[in-house]
């Protein structure tokens, strides 16, 4: 077995924002995983993963992590899934899905769409303008909060209210909200057979939700732009 795993994120990494992979970049992984293991690790559900990379994609490689690694596979086959609503219970749950829906209602951002929070296994995603907006509302939104700073404010309040939570801004109009330690390096408790674990990300810095793998002593890791740059940076390490 291969001692060397590389693993990608996918928006910005392997994809562009919420938008299907692109079959170059299907075809460099395949190509890839004949002289490394690849791995996938999201922060998305499975379902969301899929409808970017393929319906195939736990199939395609060797580890597929969704929701950060609380839902795993490995070798196309079920490893393991952890519970957010089991490990809160209901009562913290509604008092911050409360708290959330009251903070954006008082927010002043330009426009405001639908779903703004969307509860998952492993995590709430939380998103001031809704997830229902159109990609450019989406593309407007995240220039507007390059600035405006909407969601590093939200994340700064939410931390000190909430210290035994986590918060990660990823994507281009959410953050990520879960429990100490259910960020990206969860998935790397699945990973002990490898003396090396390389990652691509695009949201390294602090904050973001590749931070947390990206600092970790337990990989090689890359800041990515672009899946070009993925593409690029892999040929000049692998080939």
Not at 54 to 78: I, P, Q
Not at 178 to 203: A, Q
């Amino acid at each position: 077995m291969s001692k060397k795993i590389v693993l990608f994120d996918v928006d910005g990494t392997l994809t562009i924002p919420r938008n299907m992979v692109k079959k170059n970049m299907l075809d460099f992984l395949q190509e890839l995983n004949t002289k490394v293991d690849v791995g996938i690790v999201g922060g998305s559900d499975l379902s969301k993963i899929k409808e970017q990379l393929g319906e195939n994609t736990v199939e395609l490689y060797d580890y597929v992590f969704s929701e950060n690694g609380l839902m795993a596979f490995k070798d196309g086959k079920f490893l393991e899934e952890q519970s957010l609503k089991k490990y809160m219970g209901e009562d913290k749950l509604k008092e911050f899905i409360n708290y959330t829906l009251h903070y954006i209602a008082d927010l002043d951002i330009p426009i405001k769409r639908g779903t703004f929070i969307e509860f998952r296994n492993g995590m709430i995603n939380v998103s001031p303008i809704g997830r229902n907006c159109s990609q450019e509302e989406r593309d407007n939104f995240e220039t507007y909060d390059k600035t405006a700073n909407i969601r590093k404010t939200m994340v700064n309040i939410f931390q000190k209210k909430y210290p035994e939570l986590q918060f990660s801004i990823g994507g281009q109009i959410s953050f990520d909200v879960f429990p100490r330690g259910w960020d990206k390096t969860y998935c790397l408790k699945f990973l002990e057979e490898y003396e090396s674990i390389y990652f691509f990300g695009d949201k390294t810095f602090e904050g973001g939700n590749d931070h947390e793998i990206f600092i970790s002593d337990r990989t090689i890791a890359y800041t990515v732009k672009s899946p070009e740059e993925t593409i690029r940076i892999c040929r000049e390490i692998f080939y």
